[in-house]
């Protein structure tokens, strides 16, 4: 029996070991010391802090990233959601003059006003794109983004990103469990025939739960390069053998569900630089407003109406930057294909060094793998006593 017994200590040592790395999401017990949190969620801050350092320094650039939107692109996207707007405006800048000013203009001459203030609005888009490609390192942070995607109450995703990544690394965990519990078992069975003492057995449980702990998480991640063995196979460690196809699914997941269009244009909108993009907007509206009524600036001179003139221009201002921040969730598609996040962080991702790419994920054992493995030797002595006292 000992060979199927310490194949299934090997396999359960294992899988519980995973589920401890892994659940529970929220610490449950009574804190701070009795009771246990999984321990990538436990961790999730100090893991989210690694993966930001990852994206942000080895695997996007977001000056890069931003420089790939089109402005004229960007403004065929963005300027039909502006319309109505840009209607409703020119009727309250000619109220705010004259109540009666609008109505007194002819039909055809107020479509060729708004024709030509639509134009403007175009070439302000355009400039607004280009001021934040060009400011877009103090008006985005990408760090504060990713960190409060992958903390505080979104720990879950940091579990998702991963389980997802190393899915098949995982699965070799538990199944190889019971297969070198079984091994260490034939052992074992060997060294109990011509040494039948039963006291022996907890500790071949520890030594069981151990190894089978240690030796699947060597295979996963050593060694780092293709190397052969008694001169016959050539192995590498399971997770770097899979880092192209790792590098893609793990892009694909930061691309899908952290760098999205919608958070990136939500932590523009209303994060930190939130102010400065709003005042960006306003004064290029209202630069385009005196280019578009120069030739009307004597007459309101002399009519008296230059204040309420600059205090309509400030208002319009101010209406059509937040307009425009209003309905800037129409360039989500189109920032979506034009960003190029998930093949940039790819490609780059493939291409690190073994050493690089490994702690992507190992950063989820690292500090923690002795502790995983002691759960295995814990375990494993459990059994052997289970063994001593109710099998022999």
């Keep these: 029996m000992i060979p ?17 790395t892994f659940y529970p999401i929220q610490f449950i017990g009574i804190p701070p010391y009795l009771g246990w949190q999984g321990i990538i969620p436990r961790k999730a801050h100090k893991m989210a802090s690694k993966s930001v350092d990852v994206i942000t320094e080895r695997l996007l ?5 931003f420089l790939k939107v089109d402005p004229k692109k960007a403004e065929i996207v963005f300027l039909p959601a502006l319309e109505p707007s840009i209607r409703y405006t020119m009727r309250e800048f000619s109220d705010s003059l004259d109540p009666k000013l ?86 074992q069975m060997i060294f109990m025939i011509y040494f039948p003492l039963p006291w022996t057995l907890p500790i071949q449980g520890v030594i069981v739960g151990y190894l089978t702990n240690y030796l699947a998480l060597e295979m996963i991640f050593r060694p780092l390069l293709p190397k052969k063995f008694l001169g016959i196979f050539t192995y590498q460690g399971l997770f770097l053998k899979r880092q192209t196809e790792v590098s893609r699914l793990y892009a694909k997941l930061v691309s899908e569900k952290i760098l999205t269009p919608k958070n990136i244009l939500s932590e523009l909108i209303f994060g930190k630089a939130s102010k400065d993009i709003i005042e960006i907007i306003r ?52 920032l979506g294909s034009a960003l190029e996040i998930e093949t940039m962080m790819g490609d780059r991702m493939a291409a690190l060094p073994p050493k690089e790419f490994e702690s992507i994920l190992r950063s989820a054992f690292q500090e923690d793998e002795l502790l995983l493995i002691l759960v295995g030797a814990a375990l494993g002595a459990v059994v052997g006593w289970f063994q001593m006292v109710f099998l022999v």
């Design 4 to 20: 199927f017994t310490y194949g299934f200590v090997g396999w359960v040592t294992n899988w519980l070991a995973l589920k401890m």
């Design 61 to 65: 650039n977001i000056k890069e990233v």
């Design 102 to 187: 609008w109505d007194m203009i002819p039909e055809v001459v107020r479509e060729e006003i708004y024709h030509k203030v639509r134009r403007e609005s175009g070439v302000t888009i355009r400039k607004v794109i280009r001021k934040l490609q060009k400011d877009i390192d103090s008006l985005f942070d990408v760090k504060s983004l990713v960190l409060k995607k992958l903390s505080g109450n979104n720990v879950g995703l940091v579990v998702e990103l991963f389980q997802e990544v190393g899915a098949p690394e995982f699965r070799f965990i538990e199944r190889s469990g019971f297969y070198f519990g079984f091994l260490l078992g034939l052992v």
């Design 283 to 334: 004064n290029e509206v209202i630069h385009h407003v005196d280019t578009i009524t120069f030739l009307a600036k004597p007459a309101l001179y002399a009519t008296g109406k230059i204040d309420e003139f600059d205090a309509a221009k400030e208002r319009i201002g101010m209406a059509m930057a937040d307009n425009a921040v209003e309905k800037s969730f129409h360039l989500e598609e189109y």
